[in-house]
């Protein structure tokens, strides 16, 4: 027993050790280094300038994926497309995206336009082939299968540059006419807002959000785990010019491995539908599950992961408060 007692009391020192802050993996300083610049002591602790920084980056990377587990929410803009949901039925016939989620066993978060959703509309003549399914049935037929939609704005249009032509409250209305029309097909208000290239000025972000939308960005801005993870998938379409080598989902798995060395386990992946894109979802699919992923939808993991981020956020805001009067004091 006197050595169980013994090893117990040196865990404790350990677990205190690394609790009172003196190593931070995730901040890449190793505590074999030389101190920087700047260091001095406290209390015989070594400690650094850039410490309260450390802190909150610790907080902020190391906190998304812990309790939800490994999280995937696949999201595709841009539609809906029928031919791309539910196949091609020309001269190179394609499976459609649909099939592929369902065989997977994967629920998906569809951002779909506005103008779409009218009676009779399949898509655009010059570059989509009609299936002879509109868009309006391939979005009923989305939630049908359990799939979700959610707002990409009615019109497709860049909203800063509208904003900059017609004003904010044109883009306030091109938002809800998006969203009306997705209420039309599911029955309920659209809470999920993805502006089209992710740009949207502050001020009608602000508003949107004073509505009660989540506006969806890229923008360093926000916790990595609410940040959308750019595929550029767009760039494999067509001609295929910069499409990410060595192909599309190599290079996302390579974004997914560089958030997971900064502790986020949690991924909002942002997609189109297009027909490359469906060509790599069996694959991608297959990889992350293997990686220990799972499948949820954008409502699935904001219930699971945006909690946790909001607290995150709190604690990140007392740090820095804590810090600043810190510094004061000196």
Not at 153 to 176: C, F, I, P
Request: charged share 20%.
């Amino acid at each position: 027993m006197g050595h169980v007692r013994l090893l117990l009391s040196i865990a404790s020192l350990a677990a205190l050790s690394a609790c009172n802050g003196i190593h931070y993996p995730s901040t890449g300083v190793d505590s074999n280094n030389s101190l920087p610049a700047g260091s001095h002591t406290v209390a015989g602790k070594v400690m650094s300038k850039e410490a309260p920084l450390a802190m909150v980056r610790a907080v902020a990377d190391t906190s998304s994926g812990s309790s939800a587990g490994k999280l995937i929410a696949l999201t595709f803009d841009d539609g809906p497309r029928p031919y791309v949901l539910f196949g091609s039925k020309g001269v190179h016939p394609a499976p459609g995206l649909v099939e592929i989620l369902e065989q997977n066993g994967v629920k998906a978060t569809f951002f779909v336009v506005g103008w779409r959703l009218t009676p009779k509309t399949w898509g655009e003549p010059r570059h989509e082939e009609d299936i002879g399914v509109t868009c309006l049935d391939a979005a009923g037929q989305l939630i049908r299968r359990g799939h979700e939609l959610e707002d990409h704005t009615y019109s497709h249009l860049e909203l800063r540059s509208a904003e900059k032509k017609n004003g904010e409250q044109w883009v306030m209305h091109d938002v809800d006419r998006g969203a009306q029309a997705i209420k039309a097909v599911t029955g309920t208000q659209p809470r999920y807002l993805r502006p089209p290239d992710w740009i949207i000025t502050s001020d009608a972000r602000h508003d949107l959000e004073q509505q009660g939308y989540r506006v969806l960005t890229i923008s360093s801005e926000n916790p990595m785990a609410m940040r959308d993870v750019n595929s550029l998938d767009y760039l494999c379409a067509g001609k295929a010019v910069g499409c990410p080598k060595p192909s599309l989902p190599d290079a996302v798995l390579q974004q997914i491995g560089q958030r997971e060395k900064k502790g986020t386990y949690t991924h909002i992946l942002a997609f189109h539908e297009l027909s490359t894109t469906v060509a790599a979802m069996p694959r991608l699919i297959s990889d992350l599950k293997a990686r220990g992923y799972r499948f949820v939808t954008l409502t699935e993991y904001m219930k699971l992961v945006g909690s946790k981020t909001s607290e995150t956020v709190k604690q990140q805001a007392a740090v820095r408060q804590r810090t600043s009067v810190a510094a004061l004091s000196r």
